[in-house]
C-alpha cells in the first residue's frame, strides 16, 4: 500500500503515522494492491479532523473524514467509516459484468475565467473574452447509472461524468440539495 500522511497547524508525530498507517492496513484484506492511501491531519480549535482518500487498484476512489476532540478516535472512526462503505459496495463490485462492447470515451474539461480582451478604441468596453485557467482530461468509462451513483458516493464526490454502459452515451449523474440524485443525459444532434 502506497500510504502518505500530511499534518496541518499540528505538530507531525511518528506515533499518528504509525498508527494511521496499521489502521489503514484493515482495508487491503478487501482489495488487492496497489492501493494509494492520502490522510490529511489537521486541528481546527479543539477539533481534530482526519480526512482519508483512498485509490484503489481499479481507479475507484473511497473518500471518507471525521472530526473529534482526539485524534486518534477520529483515525478511528474515519477507519470505521470507510470499512462500513468498503463492504457495503464490495458486493457490487464483485458481481460487476462490464459490457465489453462499449469502450471508454475520452472527454475534457475545462474552467473558464473572463479576462477583458485587448480593445484598440478605450470609450467602448469590449465585452470580457473568456480565458482557459484550468482543464482536466477524463476517460468516461461504461457503468450503469447504478454503479455511477455507487462511484459518486465512495468518492464523495458533487458530480460524475461516465459513459452510459446501456445506451453508450456520455451521461452526467449529480447529488442535489435534497439527497436525491439527477442524472443528465445527452443524445446526438439531429439536423
Same mark, same amino acid.
Given at each position: ?42 486541528? +481546527? ?20 473524514? +471525521? ?15 470507510? +470499512? ?62 447504478? +454503479? ?44
Amino acid at each position: 500500500m502506497q500510504f502518505s500522511v500530511t499534518f496541518r497547524q499540528m505538530e507531525a508525530t511518528d506515533a499518528l503515522k504509525d498508527y494511521a498507517k496499521e489502521r489503514m492496513q484493515r482495508i487491503k484484506k478487501y482489495f488487492p494492491d496497489p492501493i494509494s492511501c492520502h490522510v490529511v491531519m489537521s486541528t +481546527e480549535r479543539y477539533k481534530h479532523r482526519v480526512d482519508v482518500n483512498l485509490q484503489l487498484h481499479n481507479g475507484l476512489q473511497i473518500a471518507g473524514h +471525521e472530526a473529534t476532540e482526539d485524534m486518534y478516535s477520529s483515525i478511528d472512526l474515519v477507519v470505521a467509516k470507510i +470499512e462500513r462503505q468498503v463492504r457495503r459496495y464490495k458486493d457490487k463490485l464483485r458481481d460487476h459484468k462490464p459490457r465489453t462492447d462499449v469502450t471508454p470515451m475520452p472527454y475534457a474539461h475545462t474552467v473558464l475565467e473572463e479576462t477583458p480582451a485587448p480593445d484598440a478604441r478605450p470609450p467602448e468596453p469590449a465585452p470580457p473574452a473568456p480565458r482557459v485557467v484550468k482543464r482536466d482530461k477524463f476517460v468516461a468509462h461504461p457503468l450503469t447509472v447504478d +454503479e455511477a451513483i455507487m462511484q459518486l458516493n465512495l468518492a464523495d464526490l458533487q458530480f460524475l461524468v461516465f459513459r452510459n454502459a446501456d445506451t453508450g452515451q456520455v451521461n452526467v449523474v449529480y447529488r442535489r440539495d435534497d439527497d436525491s440524485y439527477g442524472l443528465i443525459e445527452t443524445e446526438a444532434a439531429t439536423a
